[in-house]
């Protein structure tokens, strides 16, 4: 039995939806393969205007998540889009690559299938690197977000470059 990507390849799936949002459904299906989640399963549907709706519905609920103001808030957040968009967990062999877990039934549409992997790899994430672990970009005017996979669960910036960025920023203000 192998494991879905259900955790950290979904929230990064997120990240980048809410970053540079998909502007039509040929490429949300892109984005979709490029993020290698589900991606045989994108490309086997026809993804719709429907879809692209439907997941611009679920990262708006993602980004409620994100910006939580306590862990319960965003505890009850996260169960809220799991009770909307998943279904008892289950074993499935339906490529025939092996078994594995999914949370849904295999004939969804694609909205449904993002918005079940962004709210399933999401309650994974934060419950298995820590419930803080999603967050806004600490730099001055970048309200990116951004998935702590670090080791150290420390991440306060959406990219190397907004680090950078404000570490210059922090060094002049010492100097002037």
Avoid: F
Avoid at 20 to 39: F, H, I, K, N, Y
């Amino acid at each position: 039995m192998h494991l879905n990507p259900y955790g950290a390849d979904a929230v990064l799936l997120a990240v980048n939806l809410a970053t540079r949002p998909a502007t039509t459904p040929d490429e949300l299906a892109e984005r979709c393969e490029e993020s290698g989640v589900e991606s045989r399963l994108v490309r086997e549907r026809q993804v719709t205007e429907a879809d692209l709706a439907a997941v611009r519905t679920a990262l708006g609920e993602w980004l409620q998540v994100v910006d939580a103001p306590d862990e319960q808030t965003r505890v009850d957040l996260v169960n809220a889009m799991l009770a909307k968009y998943t279904e008892h967990p289950r074993l499935t062999n339906h490529a025939g690559d092996g078994w594995h877990m999914h949370y849904r039934p295999d004939d969804v549409p694609v909205g449904r299938l993002v918005a079940t992997l962004i709210s399933t790899g999401t309650a994974l994430h934060l419950a298995g690197r820590g419930i803080t672990r999603l967050g806004r970009c600490a730099t001055d005017g970048c309200a990116n977000v951004y998935a702590d996979l670090s080791r150290t669960g420390r991440q306060r910036y959406c990219s190397p470059a907004c680090a950078n960025r404000d570490a210059v920023r922090r060094h002049r203000a010492r100097a002037s």
